[in-house]
């Protein structure tokens, strides 16, 4: 009765701000969320990055580790879309890959950690989610634009931030109190922003080919923990980081690839990647109650 208890104090916070921004998306389609993108990209994203990949929460060997084992899930993401695409007849394979190569480790994965372990496990899927943020403005402009571009790394705030944070893990320095505490507020302003955004791009983006879009989904919210299980088991990992890896295998496509593929994709491929996006998020609110069971049952 416990972990059911505990699986709702996790769940229920992160539903209901999605929630929020869901209601505020219908009831007034016109509202404004540039505010929150430029907020949490320039301000709220790397305040998190440097709080969360903080000496006390995460030491440098553990976000080596499990920094190298979410790569190494991205490469089994990477298999799967191409796969999943290519039984699909799909004509653009490289374009398409996005949402499937890159999960939302980051509006979802981090509260979902933070509730299911605590800052342990906010440390944790912060570093996940730092090797997410660099794919989306490196291997994800790459294939959305078929180029690259280091224009765009340079002018990201984000990428200074976990440059920053890996200096601190390394040399085990730990914040000021100010700068702490400020980073700790901005955290979870962010982590609200964001969900509540989450929720008012369901009322935005549409679904243009369903069946696509849930054969697409099951690749990536159901093929993806899989893909994490396999490698818990290879590398024999245990305890809350193995929980963590597992829960950040399963999210949905991430709204940052609409948004990459919106500047450099044709319009056809970006409606197949906003179909994707919503369709994987709304099975993830079946799968991820699952995996977030399973996870704090057996990795704790």
């Known amino acids: 009765m416990l972990i059911y208890i505990k699986l709702f104090e996790v769940l229920f916070p992160v539903f ?18 540039k505010f929150i993108t430029n907020f949490a990209a320039n301000v709220g994203t790397p305040a998190m990055i440097i709080y969360a990949l903080n000496p006390v929460n995460i030491s440098f060997d553990i976000f080596k580790s499990y920094f ?10 990477f298999i799967v879309g ?4 290519f039984l699909q007849n799909t004509k653009d394979i490289i374009r398409e890959l996005p ?38 403005f490196t291997l994800g402009i790459f294939l959305a634009a078929r180029k690259f571009s280091i224009d765009v790394i340079i002018k990201s705030p984000p990428f200074y931030a976990i440059i ?21 507020l901005l ?14 791009a369901l009322t935005r ?3 243009f080919s369903v069946n696509k879009a849930i054969f697409s989904s099951i690749g990536r919210v159901i093929i993806g923990p899989i893909i994490g299980y396999l490698i818990i088991l290879y590398f024999n990992l245990e305890g809350f980081a193995a929980g963590v890896l597992l829960i950040q295998c399963s999210m949905p496509s991430a709204i ?26 709304l099975m993830s609110f079946i799968t991820i109650p699952l995996v977030v069971f399973f996870a704090l049952k057996y990795f704790n």
């Not at 920053?164 to 700790?184: G, H, S």
Request: hydrophobic residues 55%; charged residues 10%; contains cysteine.
């Open 16 to 33: 209901f701000v999605v929630g929020i921004g869901y209601y505020l998306g219908k009831k007034n389609p016109k509202i404004d969320t």
């Open 68 to 77: 190298w084992y979410y790569l190494i899930a991205i490469g089994g993401f």
């Open 82 to 85: 191409i796969i999943f695409l």
């Open 99 to 136: 949402p499937f190569v890159m999960p939302n480790t980051g509006n979802m994965g981090l509260p979902i950690c933070l509730f299911a372990y605590g800052y342990q496990g906010l440390g944790v899927s912060a570093a996940i989610s730092a090797l997410i943020i660099l794919c989306h």
């Open 164 to 184: 920053i944070a890996i200096i601190l893990l390394y040399y085990d320095l730990r914040l000021p109190a100010f700068i702490e505490n400020t980073t700790f």
């Open 187 to 200: 955290m979870y302003a962010t982590i609200f922003l964001i969900l509540m955004s989450l929720g008012i």
């Open 205 to 207: 983006l549409k679904v």
């Open 256 to 281: 940052l690839n609409y948004l990459v593929g919106s500047i450099y994709s044709p319009k056809k491929i970006v409606d197949n990647v906003a179909s994707m996006i919503v369709v994987s998020t």
